[in-house]
């Protein structure tokens, strides 16, 4: 089985999102409209991002695209990162205009909203304005993908506020990316202690898996549906993580169950992928 198809973990950060193309409106043929942005596509297939999270949509599901041309999302991360990077020189003003501006064109951006709080914050003495610059500076870092100069800027935030759960989040999302699955479980471990939630358990499923620790992955996507029940994405790890310990009824529970979720949001290829691998099974 390839894995991959099955489990593509996408770990994207609940504050500073990575920039991404304009957005698109995409009609199925059933009348679901999913709203996002087109980051691939072929003759096959088109790949959204929406909600944070990449779908696949085959095209023959597909009755049509429809293009955002509303100025915004482009433009509003370029105030974002411009924002950034005058926070990551200690010149605060300057970055809360910016992400004014930025909240001007696309009111609804969520990243420029939390940066916003984190200026609000600084005005109000709830915050040092060292560690403002360390956040900052590792948050442009992260979303340029320069996972290792935001780690070492994360770190030097938490020795400010060393009792911070979403800078072990980020060091956590940063240490996954690089592929040093045992740093973020020691850092996501640390978010579930502090600031318990669907996500971080998600995220610790998902490194447990990439470390090939299926029983705790299993244990963690578990933990994460008691609040989320509907997250295909963790049926899909539980039932590749039991597969692979050779527990074949009960992975074939959970694909099943993965199966029926993705077709609700509409993600028929990844239906698809398991489905055939069911088959093969049967």
Known sequence: MNNSKVLELAVVLSLFLPTGVSAESVILKSGKKIEGKIVEQNDRYIKVESDGSPIYYERKYIESIIKDDTPGSDEANSFLKSGLKYGSQGKFQEAGEEFKKGLKVNQSDHNLREVSKVIDDLSKGSIKEGYAVRLFKGSYHLI???????????????????????????????????????????????????????????????????????????????????????????????????????????????????????????????????????????
């Open 144 to 282: 340029s993908a320069e996972y290792e100069p935001a780690v070492a800027e994360f770190k030097e935030a938490l020795k400010i506020n060393p009792d911070d759960p979403d800078i072990y989040y980020y060091l956590g999302v940063c240490n996954y990316s690089l592929e040093r699955y045992d740093e973020a479980i020691t850092c996501l471990k640390k978010v579930a202690e502090l600031k318990p939630n669907d996500e971080v358990y998600y995220y610790l499923g998902a490194s447990y898996y990439s470390s090939g620790q299926y029983p705790k992955a299993i244990d963690f996507m578990e933990k994460a549906l008691k609040t989320n029940p509907d997250d295909a994405e963790a049926y899909s790890v539980i039932g590749t993580s039991r597969y692979l310990l050779g527990q074949l009824e009960q992975a074939k529970e959970a694909f099943v169950r993965a199966i029926g979720l993705f077709k609700g949001k509409g993600d028929y290829l990844k239906a698809a992928d398991i489905e055939e691998f069911l088959g093969k099974l049967n």
